[in-house]
């Protein structure tokens, strides 16, 4: 099957968004690199993906500097995004991996924490908000990022997801070039990372499908189209029990909303029957939360 790169979107599209990105990968890169070189490094602990090679080979060439190491490894999945992505992508990711490989030869700030399980779990959060703000742009800081866009957009396929499971060989090569302490370490940093990046990228902007039964659909539907501005769909269905036809209300609306839904739904019809679940992608022009990449 052949793979078309997504070309058609423009570079940016106003200089206040454009700003904007770049201004969240200089920050999530300053974050990064900061986790890395305080944290990471002095505590002996190591990270997944490409950051987490760049630390295995500095570790055994303490000679190169992370961020030249890190910019190599990097230009193999630029020709990925390139040819796979997009050149808006590919080029807000060169910015970003260079911001962060800059970053890296830059920033040393002293973090002394005594507990290391602590220390695991500010590195992890630290790296993973640091990564989320650069995926909330148009861009990403290279490296595994690429491989999660590639994947989420292809197959929807959690950004946190990819980047817990596509690090099981960078943790064998922590278990054999740092200690079984480090890989036990270094899995609260993923798994602290992982989770932050979802909730920087996604969190923030969750989606909540809800299923309405209600003898007062009507009522319901119109009070959710005037107040909380959200449309409705109106399904017919049947009651297993007693065979009674029932209207079924379908909307989709944001995290903020949810409290007002089910506010209007109890004033209408507190015995109403409502299903209220997580999505993963919700695709559409108003309601949407689908990354821009």
């Known amino acids: 099957m052949e793979i078309k790169p997504l070309s058609g979107s423009p570079l940016f599209t106003t200089w206040q968004r454009l700003l904007f990105d770049l201004l969240l990968m200089i920050i999530g890169g300053a974050i990064s690199a900061l986790a890395i070189n305080s944290i990471l490094i002095p505590q002996r602990f190591a990270t997944g993906g490409i950051t987490g090679l760049t630390l295995v080979i500095h570790r055994l060439f303490p000679v190169i500097n992370t961020g030249w190491i890190y910019l190599l490894l990097n230009i193999p999945l630029f020709g990925l995004a390139w040819m796979v992505i997009g050149r808006r992508f590919f080029v807000y990711s060169i910015f970003g991996a260079l911001t962060l490989s800059s970053a890296l030869t830059m920033i040393h700030y002293p973090i002394n924490l005594d507990d290391k399980i602590l220390s695991a779990l500010l590195a992890g959060i630290m790296v993973g908000t640091g990564t989320g ?28 997801t990819t980047v ?3 690090n099981i060989f960078v943790l064998i090569l922590i278990g054999l070039f740092y200690s079984l302490d480090a890989v036990l370490y270094t899995l609260i940093v993923l798994f602290v990372s992982s989770k932050m990046v979802g909730i920087v990228v996604t969190g923030i902007s969750k989606r909540k499908a809800v299923f309405i039964i209600s003898s007062k659909w009507e009522e319901i539907s119109r009070e959710i189209l005037k107040d909380i501005h959200r449309g409705v769909t109106i399904l017919e269905g049947r009651g297993g029990y007693k065979q009674s036809r029932e209207h079924i209300l379908y909307t989709v609306v944001t995290l903020m909303e949810i409290g007002r839904m089910k506010a209007i739904i109890n004033d209408l019809d507190p015995n109403a029957f409502v299903v209220i679940s997580d999505t993963m992608e ?12």
């Open 282 to 293: 919700v695709i559409n022009y108003r309601i949407g939360n689908q990354p821009h990449w």
């Open 133 to 160: 703000l650069a995926l909330r742009s148009f861009g990403s800081q290279g490296g595994m990022d690429i491989l999660s866009v590639l994947l989420l957009k292809r197959y929807s396929i959690n950004l946190g």
């Open 164 to 166: 817990l499971v596509t």
